[in-house]
Nanobody
Framework: QVQLVESGGGLVQPGGSLRLSCAASGFTFSRYVMSWYRQAPGKERELVATISTSGGSTSYVDSVSGRFTISRDNDKNTVYLQMNSLKPEDTAVYYC??????????WGQGTLVTVSE
């Protein structure tokens, strides 16, 4: 069955770094656009970063541009989110999303990132 399993979340101090991973299985990973979303307490889920099927194109929400980097390894069926210079406002549950435009969409269970002293 389809699975997206996120890992790498945790507690980090402001200015620190974390690397999230999302391991995919049960579908043809290389055919799916991959994204990271996040949802902070009391807020709506927002799109953070997206990467094309080949990895050649990426996009970011303005609030993380220059600090976060999305990447993928199609041989390992894994997408990553490198998060640097973390701020308290980055605190959220981060979700992995796989989308084949017009066809299918899958979500992971989420991993909690807490940025605090």
């Amino acid at each position: 069955q389809v699975q997206l399993v996120e890992s790498g979340g945790g507690l980090v101090q402001p200015g620190g770094s974390l690397r999230l991973s999302c391991a995919a299985s049960g579908f043809t990973f290389s055919r799916y656009v991959m994204s990271w979303y996040r949802q902070a307490p009391g807020k709506e889920r927002e799109l953070v970063a997206t990467i094309s099927t080949s990895g050649g194109s990426t996009s970011y929400v303005d609030s993380v541009s220059g600090r976060f980097t999305i990447s993928r390894d199609n041989d390992k069926n894994t997408v990553y989110l490198q998060m640097n210079s973390l701020k308290p406002e980055d605190t959220a549950v981060y979700y992995c999303n796989a989308r084949r435009v017009g066809l299918f969409e899958y979500w992971g269970q989420g991993t909690l990132v807490t940025v605090s002293e």
